[in-house]
């Protein structure tokens, strides 16, 4: 699976971005998918995850402000993130896991950088 992120840029605090991750040379639908984040100086955290059912789960720090979808018709996996705050700066990182956890993907991330 190869995975191409897009959507990341310099926000005002309060704004919103979209994140995108387009995946191609599998079945997409049958991936769990995740979105991670990794600050200067701090690990890589996730962020959201939907899975192959469309179950999603959220760190505390971005539930109500972030949400997670994905359209298994354009074999994309989307983050929405509303009322950013600087604390969100970070590059994101979208990733692909098979059933059983037998193979993990990662895409190239995309820097979000929340600043006034």
């Known amino acids: 699976v190869q995975l191409q992120a897009c959507g990341g840029g310099l926000v005002l605090p309060g704004g919103s971005l979209r994140l995108s991750c387009a995946a191609s040379?599998?079945?997409?639908?049958?991936?769990?998918m995740a979105w991670y984040r990794q600050a200067p100086g701090k690990q890589r955290e996730l962020v959201a995850a939907i899975t192959s059912e469309f179950k999603t789960n959220y760190a505390d720090s971005v539930k109500g402000r972030f949400t997670i979808s994905r359209d298994n018709a354009k074999n994309t996996v989307y983050l929405r993130m509303n009322s950013l705050k600087p604390e969100d700066t970070a590059i994101y990182y979208c990733?692909?896991?098979?059933?059983?956890?037998?193979?993990?993907?990662w895409g190239q991330g995309t820097l979000v950088t929340v600043s006034s």
């Open positions: 040379g599998s079945v997409f639908s049958i991936y769990d």
């Open positions: 990733n692909a896991n098979s059933p059983f956890g037998l193979l993990n993907y």
